[in-house]
Structures are given as structure tokens and as C-alpha cells.
């Protein structure tokens, strides 16, 4: 039998803290299968053991077997296919589920396809410049041919569109840089999937234009690739991107909040009229419900604390078994979208998305892709200063005036480490928040909270080793010089004091055994216990 660690649980600083409890047998169990499976003991598309044979392993129920699936399975680890002949099959992690919930907490921070059009401008130049500075013979091979089917199916609309992701999906894999590229692929997919949604069959352009705009873009990025011109490239990927958006979506339209829910709700018309599962496949009953659910909170009719119906009464509005109804509550549970309580007389309290969850749910996949901090401090080098510029675009007096009054606390006191970190922490805020733009301060978030995650791990302690502390008084320094250029306007000079000011958090990080750790590591459990039962 596994033991239940007791009186484990923590709250992110974004929402209420909750009551310790222990952690769940079943997100006990997936724990040691997601461990099998980032570990490589299980590979892709191997058959797990059977549910029997998985009950007698673990010493558990039927039951709580299948409810470690659910868990692994929302986390794009294993796909349950159920029925005769079914089971459960190993799958490497993803970015859909993530992207789900990115995209429902980006609606409810009425996000637009503006704003997700601008987080790729900052997001994907610089990784177009380390593809052509790194990039082996091999990736350009690869490029090529990809460049040559996109070519090849210009008259053909969904095999181009097919040919045309798989090339920008292979210049942000190819980069080098896995943190910037799993976020950089995460916003992609959900601005793909709005201009799905959102745009007209035909749209703003034909789609020979578009087939020809995108190929003459492509071929301009690769050329500069094979040149090995870092500055080159990110032109041409910055032009790429500003050259294609208007052609996608109209500026009238770009301007819209996105809206997540017609992605989900066309899947509730053969279920909600009674089709069920076939064998085989899950439970379309289910995931109508669970589909609907999440509409509601994107549409805000179903607020962060709010209570649903008991179940007696939850499955007759929903015309479902309780049964069904208990599957698909339980994937959003799994999703951190719904709190169940066992014993609790009422019934399920909804939670909106965080940014700290995104960045559990993001973990699985980082640990896949084996993402050091090293990485990850790149990953920030490389994101932060392009955001800087634009903060001081468009900086206004009020938050100008709170950057003034931390410079001058800082100037007249001392600080510790632990101060200086913290007037830094709600100066990002401040500043992130001046971009006017949900997605960026988004991404700035889920920066923050690795750093925070990492900072807490005893594993991180390196961080604030002497070397760091050694540091603290050029970061004193740099605060008013970062403030002034604010005051000048002078974006340039900020982003480069930024820069500077990350150097200095961060000393020697390469070399560092800080460094060379997993960002799992550092975030993705505590005490031994799944991150699932800690939020």
C-alpha cells in the first residue's frame, strides 16, 4: 500500500489558502507512473498494464487506478481508450491541455488577438535569431524540405496550412531553447486555434495570398538560417509575423477579446442529443459536460469560489448519470478548474485558472523535454527586455510615480537580499502590468512564479549562496538608473539596465549546479508529494 503523507498543502499567493489535507492514493499512484513515464522506463506509445494488473501492483481499488489514469491522462501523459480492447497508451506530453487552460485564463484577462499577435512579436524573433546562429546541417535539411511541401501545396488550402505550422514549429523546437519554445508553442496553438474560430472561410485574404505571403516570408527566413545571421533572421521573423497577422484577421476583429468557448461547444450537439460512447472511445457525455462547464467560467457565469448544484441536482440540470457526471467533474479537477471535497455537502466549488497552475501543468512537459534553469534564465534573457520596451511606451504617470517612491525607499535605507528581492518582485509587476497587454503580463507571471517555486526549493538555496549576495549592491544601483530611463522614455537604455540587472540575478548560472537542475526539480513536487494535491 502507498502511504498518504498527512497534513500537506499549500495555496498560491493568487488565491485563498485552503485547508491542509492529504494527499490522494490516486495522485499518489500517477506520481510513480508520470515518474516511470519522464523517466523513459515507459516510452511513447507502449501499452500500460492492464487495470487489474495495475490494482495488484499498487495494492489499491479499481477505482483508484482509474482515477490515476484521469490524472495522467489530463496531463497528455496517457490516452485511456475505453471498452473491449482498450487501455491505456503511453503518449509524450503535449501542449494542448495546457493551452486549454492558458486560453480560458487569457479570456477572463480579456485578452485580445492583438494581444496574443504582439506576445508572439516578442516571443519568436529572438528564437528565429538562435536558430540561425545554432542550427546544425541537419535542421536546415529538415527546414528545407519542410519549406519545399509548403511550396508544393500552395493550391491545396489544409495540406499548406499543415506544411506552414510544421515549419514554425520546427524553427521554435530547433531553437535551443527549450522554455521559450514550449511558451512560444503554447501561444502559437491558442492564436491558431482563435483564427480557426473567429475568422470567415474565405477571410481578409484568399487563401492563395496567404499560401504566397507565408512561402515568400519562410524563404526569406531560411536564407538568412543558411547565412548563419542571427539579426538577419529575426528581421525576417519579425516581418513574417507582422506581414501575415492582417492578412489572417481584419484589425477591427483583432481588437476583440478572443473567445474560447466555440472551440468546445461544437462538440455538444450529437451528445446532448443522447449519442453515447461507442466502445472504445471516452466518454463524449462526459466531456460535453466538462465542456460546458468550462464555457461557463470563460463566459463568466460561473465565478472563482462559486458553488455548482449537488450532484443529485448538477446531473439532472445536465440530463447525465451520476456516473458521467462524476467523470467529467473529475477532469476538471484534474485541470484545477473544480475543487471536490469529499464529505462536502455542497456542491463542487469552481477555481479560476492561475498562472502558478500554469506553470505546474507546463512542468510535465518541461520535464519531458528535459528543461534545466539554466535554460529557463536563458529563457528570460531572452523574453524580459522586449517586454521592457514596451512598458516604457506605454508606462503611465501612476506607475511611474510607484517606480519613483521604490527608488527612493531603496535609496534611503539598506536592503537585504530578501528586501531587494522583494521591491524587485512588485517592481515586475508594475512594470509588466504598464504593457497594457494580459498576455504578456501572462508570461511575465509564469516567469516569476518558477523563480518563486525555485527560490522556496531547498535545492535552490544556491541562489542566494555569498556570489548572489555579492551582487545585491549593483542591483541597488541599477533600480534608479532603470527608473530614469523610464522617466526618459528611452526604451533602449531600459531593456539594456534590465539585462544587466538579470546578469546580476543570476551569476555564473551556466557553470552553476543551479543551473544544470531540472526545472522539475525546483517546481514540480514537494516532500514527495505530487504537485496535483498541493494547489
Not at 78 to 95: F, H, I, K, Q, W
Not at 526 to 533: I, L
Amino acid at each position: 500500500m502507498i502511504a498518504q503523507p498527512a497534513d500537506v498543502g499549500s495555496a498560491g499567493a493568487d488565491r485563498p489558502a485552503r485547508a491542509p489535507r492529504e494527499a490522494k492514493v490516486s495522485h499518489l499512484v500517477a506520481m510513480e507512473l508520470r515518474r516511470q513515464i519522464l523517466s523513459g522506463e515507459l516510452v511513447a506509445d507502449q501499452q500500460l498494464a492492464t487495470e487489474a494488473e495495475l490494482t495488484a501492483t499498487f495494492d489499491v481499488s479499481r477505482e483508484t487506478v482509474r482515477e490515476a489514469l484521469r490524472v495522467l491522462e489530463s496531463q497528455s501523459l496517457v490516452e485511456v481508450r475505453r471498452g473491449r480492447g482498450g487501455g491505456a497508451v503511453v503518449r509524450r506530453p503535449g501542449l494542448a491541455s495546457i493551452g486549454r487552460y492558458l486560453a480560458l485564463l487569457l479570456q477572463l484577462r480579456g485578452t485580445t488577438l492583438a494581444d496574443l499577435e504582439e506576445a508572439r512579436a516578442v516571443l519568436e524573433p529572438p528564437l528565429a535569431e538562435r536558430f540561425a546562429v545554432r542550427c546544425s546541417a541537419a535542421d536546415l535539411h529538415a527546414l528545407g524540405r519542410l519549406h519545399d511541401q509548403e511550396r508544393a501545396a500552395e493550391d491545396d488550402p489544409l495540406a499548406f496550412v499543415m506544411a506552414a505550422a510544421g515549419f514554425d514549429t520546427a524553427v521554435t523546437e530547433r531553437s535551443g531553447n527549450r522554455s521559450v519554445g514550449l511558451v512560444a508553442g503554447i501561444f502559437r496553438d491558442v492564436y491558431a486555434g482563435q483564427v480557426y474560430a473567429a475568422v470567415a472561410p474565405s477571410g481578409p485574404a484568399s487563401a492563395e495570398e496567404i499560401a504566397r505571403t507565408v512561402t515568400a516570408c519562410h524563404s526569406a527566413f531560411l536564407d538568412a538560417a543558411r547565412r548563419r545571421d542571427g539579426a538577419m533572421a529575426r528581421r525576417a521573423w519579425a516581418d513574417y509575423l507582422a506581414v501575415t497577422s492582417p492578412l489572417l484577421v481584419d484589425r477591427g476583429r483583432s481588437r476583440q477579446s478572443i473567445d474560447v468557448v466555440p472551440l468546445w461547444r461544437p462538440r455538444n450537439d450529437s451528445a446532448a442529443a443522447g449519442q453515447s460512447s461507442k466502445p472504445g472511445q471516452p466518454n463524449r457525455l462526459a466531456a460535453t459536460v466538462a465542456d460546458e462547464i468550462r464555457a461557463r467560467i470563460a463566459e463568466g457565469r460561473l465565478g472563482d469560489g462559486d458553488r455548482l448544484p449537488g450532484l443529485p441536482d448538477l446531473a439532472a440540470q445536465f440530463g447525465v448519470s451520476r456516473p458521467t457526471l462524476r467523470e467529467a467533474l473529475r477532469t476538471l479537477e484534474m485541470e484545477f478548474l473544480v475543487d471536490l471535497r469529499a464529505g462536502d455537502r455542497n456542491g463542487p466549488q469552481i477555481r479560476h485558472p492561475s498562472p502558478r497552475v500554469a506553470v505546474q501543468l507546463a512542468s510535465t512537459v518541461m520535464q519531458a523535454r528535459h528543461a534545466t534553469m539554466g535554460d529557463f534564465f536563458r529563457a528570460v534573457a531572452m523574453i524580459e527586455p522586449s517586454m521592457i520596451e514596451l512598458a516604457v511606451a506605454r508606462m503611465d504617470p501612476a506607475s511611474l510615480a510607484t517606480l519613483r517612491s521604490f527608488a527612493a525607499d531603496l535609496a534611503a535605507r539598506p536592503r537585504d537580499a530578501s528586501d531587494l528581492s522583494e521591491v524587485w518582485t512588485t517592481a515586475r509587476k508594475v512594470i509588466f502590468g504598464a504593457t497594457r497587454n494580459p498576455a504578456l503580463a501572462v508570461i511575465a507571471e509564469v516567469l516569476q512564479w518558477v523563480r518563486t517555486d525555485a527560490q522556496a526549493n531547498p535545492a535552490g538555496s544556491a541562489i542566494t549562496d555569498p556570489a548572489w549576495l555579492a551582487e545585491t549592491h549593483r542591483l541597488v544601483a541599477l533600480f534608479p538608473e532603470l527608473v530614469a530611463a523610464f522617466e526618459a522614455e528611452d526604451g533602449v537604455r531600459a531593456a539594456r539596465i534590465w539585462a544587466q540587472s538579470l546578469d546580476a540575478n543570476s551569476p555564473d548560472i551556466e557553470s552553476s549546479e543551479l543551473g544544470r537542475r531540472l526545472v522539475i526539480d525546483l517546481i514540480g513536487e514537494k516532500e514527495g508529494v505530487p504537485w496535483t494535491s498541493l494547489t
